[in-house]
């Protein structure tokens, strides 16, 4: 996988660095409760934003759904990230993942710094679900760029092999020295990820304050440990899993949040 290519930009940065940043991730399961029965969008964004975050890593975000549209008295005409972005993160990035004749779903960063760039890398296999990698590279206030990328792997282990690789070759693309972090719904419940992005420097949150990362799936009564957060040239602080109420009725998985030291 190649980088992007380089540009001319005009955006200044002030003189204070920015040392520490708090990340979220969270499977947002379509706005829908765990069975699908009930549209929580407007109650999600409350909760995401009393979490008081710089950057928000959104997985299984919709883009538009005639089907819901229909369905739900409630449903907002809005693209879930960006009502999601309301006020708060001004700057959001979207990749499509699955696209299908009622609609479109997929990965989303929200940030409140600038996005420099972004690139969604289609990871899908044949005859596996729709999957990609969301690339973005982000300005930080007073820092080099980080980059950032949004992931969501497939339920077959044999594709979230392959689909790890192709993350490692984007790692391995990217600036030696580069901030990174790779957070989202990585489906590996058996933890065979942690090694494989060790050896691109990458260590997760959890796994380096608790020995393992957070058990997320199902919210309510988390059991598999599906999502993760990862950094390199960049140290964690704090992480945090949240599986109590509201969260534990606002999607099927809990949602992980850390601290970054710059």
Not at 212 to 224: D, S, V
Request: with cysteine; proline share 7%.
């Amino acid at each position: 996988m190649k980088r992007f290519p380089s540009e001319n930009r005009t955006h200044e940065k002030p003189d204070i660095a920015l040392d520490t940043l708090r990340v979220m991730t969270l499977n947002v399961h379509k706005g829908l409760t765990f069975f699908g029965r009930k549209y929580m969008l407007p109650e999600l964004r409350d909760a995401i934003n009393a979490m008081q975050v710089d950057m928000v890593f959104l997985q299984e975000v919709i883009g538009a759904h005639e089907g819901y549209a229909k369905r739900l008295v409630d449903w907002l005409p809005t693209p879930q990230y960006e009502y999601l972005a309301d006020t708060l993160w001004p700057q959001f990035a979207y990749g499509r993942n699955a696209v299908y004749p009622q609609g479109d779903h997929g990965n989303a960063l929200l940030s409140k710094f600038p996005i420099l760039q972004h690139q969604n890398l289609d990871v899908t296999l044949s005859g596996s679900e729709e999957r990609g990698l969301l690339h973005c590279v982000v300005d930080i206030p007073g820092r080099a760029e980080i980059h950032a990328v949004c992931v969501h792997l497939g339920l077959r282990e044999t594709h979230r092999e392959r689909q790890l690789q192709l993350l490692s070759d984007l790692l391995d693309s990217l600036p030696p020295g580069a901030p990174a972090i790779v957070a989202g719904d990585f489906n590996d419940w058996r933890g065979r990820a942690g090694p494989i992005l060790a050896a691109c420097g990458m260590q997760e949150a959890f796994a380096a304050t608790f020995g393992a990362p957070a058990k997320t799936f199902p919210a309510r009564w988390p059991m598999l440990r599906l999502d993760r957060i990862y950094v390199r040239n960049a140290l964690t602080f704090s992480p945090q899993v949240h599986s109590r109420k509201p969260w534990s009725h606002l999607s099927d998985h809990a949602p992980l949040l850390t601290g970054i030291q710059l």
